[in-house]
């Protein structure tokens, strides 16, 4: 059983920055490939970036590239997500999720996920 606790969200204005964090409990956090999705209101659940469980390969949406950076402290067992120029449309709840199991096919994918955290709120203005 993993728990995970999201922290780092807030306000911030467009280009700026946040650094989110999502702390988990367990011993085996070193083996779970970690997930951040976010989700707006009335929209959907959507995948934003993933690490696999040895930190070695990471995954970006398409949206987030090239200013959102996905890292794990397996010392510390927590995950983190740094996210760059800011813009609006990032506005959303921010969920960090785990897995031991999933497949790459599969990172992006929110079912395919073991355990969630209860997310933390982004809100940048214009």
């Known amino acids: 059983q993993v728990q995970l606790v999201e922290s780092g969200g807030g306000l911030v204005q467009a280009g700026g920055s946040l650094r989110l964090s999502c702390a988990a409990s367990?011993?085996?956090?070193?083996?779970?490939?970690m997930g951040w999705f976010r989700q707006a209101p009335g929209k959907e659940r959507e995948f934003v970036a993933a690490?696999?469980?040895?930190?070695?390969?990471?995954f970006y949406a398409d949206s987030v590239k090239g200013r959102f950076t996905i890292s794990k402290s397996n010392d510390k067992n927590t995950a983190y997500l740094q996210m760059n120029s800011l813009k609006p449309e990032d506005t959303a709840v921010y969920y960090c999720?785990?897995?031991?199991?999933?497949?790459?096919?599969?990172?992006?994918?929110?079912?395919?996920?073991?355990?969630w955290g209860q997310g933390t709120q982004v809100t940048v203005s214009s």
């Open positions: 690490i696999s469980w040895s930190g070695g390969s990471t």
């Open positions: 367990g011993r085996t956090f070193s083996s779970y490939a």
């Open positions: 999720a785990a897995d031991p199991n999933i497949p790459r096919a599969s990172i992006a994918t929110p079912g395919e996920y073991d355990y």
